[in-house]
């Protein structure tokens, strides 16, 4: 994903599927794991609240996502929450016709505490986390798995 300002990077993919089925399997969060190489584990721990286990530069941190907001089948705003990072991911869906949709991605990082300013030293290493989620979201709708991402 492209890095818009320091901690944003935001993309979109065209991927195959309805936008209600698109929608429904991107809500789930605890599905984050089938396409995003960056999540090791993920789970539903109570509605609307998910526990992921992630790396990212070589370190596995623990995150609590929950849905804030949602318009079905439209868009789906995620409030992360981790040791040294809160996000804000929001996922826009749009109708491209009856078998495809379009799915534009936002995250928005923070790093917490004294790391906060430090966020400018890591914009490419958060441009290859993003690129790799959006690849992953391509990937598993096309060919129905991960198709060796992870």
């Known amino acids: 994903m492209p890095l818009v300002k320091p901690g944003v990077i935001r993309e979109s993919v065209v991927v195959k ?3 209600e089925d698109v929608y429904d399997f991107m809500y789930d969060f605890s599905n984050a794991v089938k396409w995003d190489p960056g999540v090791l584990k993920s789970e539903c721990i109570k509605d609307k609240t998910f526990a992921l ?3 990212f530069n070589g370190k596995k941190s623990e995150m609590t996502y929950t849905v804030v907001s949602y318009k079905r089948p439209y868009e ?3 409030k992360g929450d981790g040791p040294n990072v809160r996000a804000i991911d929001t996922i826009k869906f749009s109708k491209i016709d009856n078998n495809y949709t379009k799915i534009e991605y936002e995250a928005d990082l ?4 004294f790391r906060r300013p430090f966020i400018i030293f890591i914009g490419k290493s958060l441009e290859k986390l993003g690129h790799d989620a959006i690849e992953g979201i391509r990937k ?3 060919y129905g ?5 992870k």
């Open 145 to 149: 798995s991960k198709h060796g991402i």
């Open 53 to 55: 286990t992630t790396i």
């Open 140 to 142: 598993y709708f096309f």
């Open 110 to 113: 923070t790093l917490k505490g």
């Open 76 to 78: 789906i705003t995620l």
């Open 17 to 19: 599927g309805n936008i």
